[in-house]
C-alpha cells in the first residue's frame, strides 16, 4: 500500500514563499507520474503541477513562472517550491500518484497567504 505525506504548509505573507513536501512510501515515484492539486472549501480540487517519471513538469496558468515542482528519487520526495505567492494561492495542498492498481492521496497540508 502506497502512503503518500505532504509537509510544509503554514501561513505567509502575500509575496512570500513556501516548500512543500510530499514523502512517498516505497518508490513509486521513480516509475509514475506524480501531480499537486489544491482545493478551497466548497469547491473542486484543481490540479496545479505534473512532473513525469523522465523529469518532464507541466502547471495550471494560474501557477506556472512561481511555482516550480521537483523530484528527489533518492527520498523517494516530490517538492512544490511556490514563490511569489496570492492570496488566491490558499488552499489545501494535495500530492497524488497512481500505479496500475490503484489512485493514492496524500491527506492535504494547508497553506495560507494573508497579511
Known amino acids: 500500500q502506497v502512503q503518500l505525506v505532504e509537509s510544509g504548509g503554514g501561513l505567509v505573507q502575500p509575496g512570500g514563499s513556501l516548500r512543500l513536501s510530499c514523502a512517498a512510501s516505497?518508490?513509486?515515484?521513480?516509475?509514475?507520474?506524480i501531480e499537486w492539486y489544491r482545493q478551497v472549501p466548497g469547491k473542486e480540487r484543481d490540479w496545479v503541477a505534473t512532473?513525469?517519471?523522465?523529469?518532464?513538469?507541466d502547471y495550471s496558468p494560474s501557477v506556472k513562472g512561481r511555482f516550480t515542482i521537483s523530484r528527489d528519487g533518492a527520498k523517494n520526495t516530490v517538492y512544490l517550491q511556490m514563490n511569489s505567492l496570492k492570496p488566491e494561492d490558499t488552499a489545501v495542498y494535495y500530492c497524488?500518484?497512481?500505479?496500475?492498481?490503484?489512485?493514492?492521496w496524500g491527506q492535504g497540508t494547508q497553506v495560507t497567504v494573508s497579511s
Open positions: 512532473i513525469t517519471r523522465a523529469g518532464s513538469t
Open positions: 516505497g518508490t513509486i515515484f521513480n516509475y509514475y507520474p
Open positions: 497524488k500518484t497512481s500505479d496500475r492498481q490503484a489512485i493514492y
